[in-house]
């Protein structure tokens, strides 16, 4: 790749490196973000190696020091999880762009770049809906696991009701390749997959109420 794009994932994991956070990698331990971040990456290159250069930058500040806006500072309820997040997408995308322009892009790319990151229109902005598909499929492969271990409190329906909202993010694409053998899909939740998949198929193919 070129080298402004060379230079701003370089600042871009410069940034995720400060995350005082640590995960786990194959008995490596990493900051948590700059983990995300690389997993995010690499599930472009597997899932749309042909993704535009803004996509590949916005999938890379995904979540862009998530950590200086931790969920506790915002109520916990509905309301002020959907804040927190509306919050933290304005926040990335801030970020990315202020980090762009010390790698010298351009406005136009910024400007794509901002809006994919943000979430911006992603019934109409194939960007978005591509960031989200690699969200969702990393979720599914690297993360619903860890997340299933810290919430066994939850039943099997409340499970399928989690994956089945993951899923109707993504495009029908990212659900062709997520069944295709080409995610790992862990073990011990892929019933349930199944399961929140049926769902969601049912769900789209019932008939529309009348009136």
Known sequence: MNGRFQRAIALFDAANAEDPNQENDNGIAMPKELLYAQRMSAMLARYASEA?????????????????????DFPMTLPGYKKWRTTLYGFHADLAAKLLQEASYDEETITRVKAAVGKHGLNTNPDSQLVEDVVGLVFIEDYIAAFAALHPEYDEAKWVDIIRKTWRKMSERAHQFALSGQVRLPEHLASLIGKAVAAHVAGTNAPSPAG
């Open 52 to 72: 535009p250069e803004a996509v590949q930058l916005a999938v890379r500040a995904q979540h862009i020091q998530r950590w200086k806006i931790p969920r506790r």
